[in-house]
C-alpha cells in the first residue's frame, strides 16, 4: 500500500505520540493544560499521543512544539513536512562523504539527533550553539558511516 502525503505509517504515529507524551508528562502538563494552552482539544491531543491520528495539523504541531519546548522544525522533519535533506546535515553531507545513508542509519541519525536534543532542551544552550552540536554530531556520524562502507 503506498503511502499517502502527510499521513503517518501506524509505527510513525506511534512513535510521535509517544514522544509528544513522554515529554508532556516530563514537563508535568496534564492533557487539560495543553488543551487551555493550546487550544488543542482533549480528544485530538489523546489520539495524536495514542497513535490514531495520521495527519495532524501543522497548526498543532506547532502549537504543541512550543508548549512543549520542542524545536519546530525537528517535529516538522519527524512528521514529514520538511525533508531531511533540509535538516543539520541532509545533502550536505551526502555529498562531500559521496553516498547516501541507509533507512537504519537514518533512523539511527535521528535517534541521535532526539537525544542530544532533548538532552539539551533543559539546559541554558542557545539556539545556535545546539545547532553547530547537531551539524559536528552529524558530520562525526557520516565519517563513522563512510569508513565502515569502505
Known sequence: ???KIFEL???EAKKLGEFFKERREKLGYSTNYIEIHTGINKADL???ENGKKKKINPIYLKQLSKILK????????????IDNEYMPGGALFE??????LQKNDILELEKLQNDITLYFKDKKIDLDSKKKLLEAMTEV???????EKK
Open 9 to 11: 505509517s501506524d509505527l
Open 141 to 147: 556520524f557520516y565519517e563513522i558511516k563512510a569508513e
Open 46 to 48: 489523546s489520539r495524536i
Open 70 to 81: 520542542l524545536d519546530q522544525i525537528e517535529v516538522l522533519n519527524k512528521v514529514g513536512y
Open 95 to 100: 555529498e562531500k562523504y559521496n553516498f547516501k
Open 1 to 3: 500500500m503506498e503511502k
